[in-house]
Each structure stands twice: as C-alpha cells, then as structure tokens.
T-cell receptor, first 114, second 112 residues
Framework: NAGVTQTPKFRILKIGQSMTLQCTQD?????MYWYRQDPGMGLKLIYY???????DKGEVPNGYNVSRSTTEDFPLRLELAAPSQTSVYFC?????????????FGPGTRLTVL | GESVGLHLPTLSVQEGDNSIINCAYS??????FIWYKQESGKGPQFIID?????DKRQGQRVTVLLNKTVKHLSLQIAATQPGDSAVYFC???????????FGQGTELSVKP
C-alpha cells in the first residue's frame, strides 16, 4: 500500500490564483480529512468526509472547497489564494477497524501565497 | 468552543530519563484520544490511543493515562532516546462524524 499520497509537495501561488491540492489513499478508508498547520502550531481541520459523496466543514473551512466523488480521492480547492492561506496542508484517512481508530497522514503540501 | 491544550510548549530531558507530556481537554463528550509524534518536515505519526472507558494504556515504551475527572491526558515515554525528539500532539475525537481536534503541541528535546 502506498498509504496516503499528496501532490504537489511544494507550491508558490500569487494572490488571487487558484489551485487544487490532490490527496489519494489506497487503504479503502471511508473517512478522509484536510488539515492545515501553521508554523509552531497544531493542526486545524479544514474539511472532512465520511464517505464518497459526503463532505462537511471543519474548524477553518473559509476559502476552501472539497469534493469526494470516489473513496480514494479527496481534493482540496483554493479558489482565490490569500497570504493567510500560506501553510502546510496535510491530508489524512481514517481506519475504524475494531480495536484501533487512527488516522494516517500524508507527507504534506507546503503552500506559499505571495 | 471545545479545545485541546497543552501545559508546556517545550520539554528538555536527558537521554535515558523518562518523559511526561501533559494535555488538557475541554470537551467532556470526547470519547477517544490519540497521541501523535511529528518529526520536522513530516506528517503526524500515530503513537498510541485510548478510549474514554479506560484509564491507562501501554505500548512499547509509551503509556497514556487518562483522567476524566480533571479532563487530563498524559503521555509517558520510558528511557527517552534521541530519536524521540519531536513535537508531540494530543488530539480528541467526539463522534460527530469523527472530527479530530488537535492541541498546540509540545516539543520534546532529548539531550545526549
């Protein structure tokens, strides 16, 4: 299993540009998440999904959109990039197997908005 | 609103000593807690978890203690090694779709 993969690893955007952060998992997990992590801080939940076709807002959803057309993919869309969206973005998927309930994180996408 | 916070932002220990990282949570409805380790430039890595119907759970060199009375969670690392140097996050889940809320983190530094 490749686990959770994210692309790109790094990206620089100009203010007002848009982009999609890709996330794919091959573990057949129903739950998927997007977090952002600012320097020296914890992770803030942006959006999450409990299955294909179902998404919901997290703690900091403004400025972002998501879709979940398949179990494997959970892309995050930034429509009008702002400097405040400079951060490291982590995607995660969740296993709820009996005895363990944990999340597997991708390697992250480092985004800078100038 | 609900939040998970940590008492200490940094912790420095001598190699071989035991480390204790503390965490306070505010949502009494939380029923699942996880400790993560995050090394520089990487995503969080699962260490150990505990459900709200337990007080203690042990793993390999790690132990998590849960005190629901005072809403406190701790991670104990035995015989701390240089490879344990990282930022440690506690997180809580209250099962409204499995929303996982993270605390700010504690940076553990292990001195040789």
């Amino acid at each position: 299993n490749a686990g959770v993969t994210q692309t790109p690893k790094f990206r620089i955007l100009k203010i007002g540009q848009s982009m999609t952060l890709q996330c794919t998992q091959d573990m057949n997990h129903n739950y998927m998440y997007w977090y952002r992590q600012d320097p020296g801080m914890g992770l803030k939940l942006i959006y999450y999904s409990v299955g294909a076709g179902i998404t919901d807002k997290g703690e900091v959803p403004n400025g972002y959109n998501v879709s979940r057309s398949t179990t494997e993919d959970f892309p995050l869309r930034l429509e009008l990039a702002a400097p405040s969206q400079t951060s490291v973005y982590f995607c995660a998927s969740r296993s709820t197997a009996i005895g363990t309930d944990t999340q597997y994180f991708g390697p992250g996408t480092r985004l800078t908005v100038l | 609103g609900e939040s998970v916070g940590l008492h200490l932002p940094t912790l420095s220990v001598q190699e071989g000593d035991n480390s204790i990282i503390n965490c306070a949570y505010s949502n009494s409805a939380s029923d699942y807690f996880i400790w993560y380790k995050q090394e520089s430039g990487k995503g969080p890595q699962f260490i150990i978890d505990i459900r709200s119907n337990m007080d203690k759970r042990q793993g390999q060199r790690v132990t998590v203690l849960l005190n629901k009375t005072v809403k406190h969670l701790s991670l104990q690392i035995a015989a701390t090694q240089p490879g344990d140097s990282a930022v440690y996050f506690c997180a809580e889940i209250y099962n409204q779709g499995g929303k996982l809320i993270f605390g700010q983190g504690t940076e553990l530094s292990v001195k040789p």
